[in-house]
């Protein structure tokens, strides 16, 4: 497995460098709208820690990740009153991998409807505002 590469793109949104639309950050943690949706709401949760996946993280990344995964998967659950929720996870390219910073992919998902295509088109900003603000909303209680 290669190192880690601090050139990408989330890295560069964790560095402030490129923008995101932000859902929920605290010291460790940074979730935004992912910008190729494969279900309306979809969002990614990133640690702020450097690994490029699961596979090299260090256990208290994940142990610090995934109550905040948790979280915002039950806010994200009433936010959009979605029938349930897909938490995925890729590793290495073979995987379906695309960008090497660990990052879990939380996709409401509808009765009847079915994802769209893994990194497919992109959403517009404004709807992706949108659906971060009601994420927001539901968390601030
Ligand atoms: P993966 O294939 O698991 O590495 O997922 C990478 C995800 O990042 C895909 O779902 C992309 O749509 C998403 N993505 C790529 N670039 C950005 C970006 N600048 N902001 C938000 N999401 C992104």
């Known amino acids: 497995m290669s190192a880690y590469d601090d050139s990408n793109i989330f890295a560069k949104i964790l560095r402030g460098e490129i923008p995101s639309t932000k859902v929920y950050e605290d010291t460790d943690t940074l979730a935004f709208m992912d ?32 109550p905040v995964v948790q979280k915002l998967a039950h806010a994200a659950k009433e936010a959009f009153a979605a029938d349930g929720i897909f938490v995925a996870q890729l590793n290495e390219a073979p995987a379906g991998q695309t960008v090497f910073h660990l990052h879990v992919h939380v996709i409401p998902r509808y009765d009847g409807i079915a994802l769209k295509p893994h990194a497919g088109g992109m959403e517009s900003a404004e709807i992706l505002a949108a659906q971060a603000d009601k994420i927001r909303a539901v968390l601030a209680g």
């Open 35 to 66: 910008v190729m949706p494969q279900s309306p709401g979809h969002f990614l949760v990133v640690p702020k820690a450097p690994s490029r996946n699961l596979l090299d993280a260090a256990p208290q990344t994940l142990a610090t990740l995934f």
